[in-house]
């Protein structure tokens, strides 16, 4: 069964720390995945696209990576900020173009 | 160029009513995806659309269908309203099928409450 399992749940940090979230898939024949950040209230917005080949890929102060082979992936995010509050979310897609969501994880950034 | 827009932001509609949901995608895209937002199932798949033909559907009975236009716009129908439809309706755009791994742009959402 194709499925998207994220952790921690929820993560509260204090600003300036750094952070790992982790997504890990039993989605196969894998395509790509790709993390989301959404705000309260807002649409998703895309952090990377990653493919097969793709181990690591950054986007500012957010690295992705990706190990095909233990099918996990983990989100880091450097020098947090407040603005990084927000629930952080997984999609895996098979190449069947089955899309698995992951149910996210809420990331509160202190001052 | 223009985000994706979406209207409308928020609806009230009684239960057993339909309601038709709206989404213009950045221009240029061709792909339309339509998702279902809840706090207790996440974001779910509905449908994609790609040059007016659904290309992939998820798991959701018969009463949500949609449907593009030529100029890539798109609807999304929900007949025959149940509480448990309120949700947030997000659309997403991208230039091209969302299997081959394009970048998708969301919408700000349409809030439908189902009283």
């Known amino acids: 069964k194709n499925q998207v399992e994220q952790s921690p749940q929820s993560l509260i940090i204090l600003e300036g720390k750094n952070c790992t979230l982790q997504?890990?898939?039993?989605?196969?024949?894998?395509?790509?995945l790709r993390w989301y950040k959404q705000d309260t209230g807002r649409g998703p917005v895309s952090l990377t696209i990653m493919t097969f080949s793709e181990n690591t890929k950054s986007n500012g102060r957010y690295t992705a990576t990706l190990d095909a082979d233990t099918k996990q992936s983990s989100l880091h995010i450097t020098a947090s900020q407040l603005s990084d509050s927000a629930s952080y979310i997984c999609?895996?897609?098979?190449?069947?173009?089955?899309?698995?969501f992951g149910a996210g994880t809420r990331l509160t950034v202190k001052p | 160029k223009a985000g994706v827009t979406q209207t409308p932001r928020y609806l009230i509609k009684t239960r057993g009513q339909q309601v038709t949901l709206s989404c213009s995608p950045i221009s240029g895209h061709r792909s339309v995806s339509w998702y279902q937002q809840t706090p207790g199932q996440g974001l779910q798949f509905l449908f994609e659309?790609?040059?007016?033909?659904?290309?992939n559907k998820g798991n959701f009975p018969g009463r949500f269908s949609g449907r593009q236009f030529s100029n890539s716009r798109s609807e999304m129908n929900v007949s025959t309203l149940e509480l448990g439809d309120s949700a947030l309706y997000l659309c997403?755009?991208?230039?091209?099928?969302?299997?081959?791994?394009?970048?998708?742009?969301f919408g700000p959402g349409t809030r439908l409450t189902v009283t």
């Open positions: 659309y790609f040059s007016e033909t659904q290309r």
């Open positions: 997403a755009s991208s230039e091209g099928h969302t299997g081959f791994s394009y970048e998708q742009y």
């Open positions: 997504c890990n898939y039993t989605v196969s024949p894998f395509s790509n």
């Open positions: 999609v895996v897609s098979a190449r069947n173009n089955d899309m698995r």
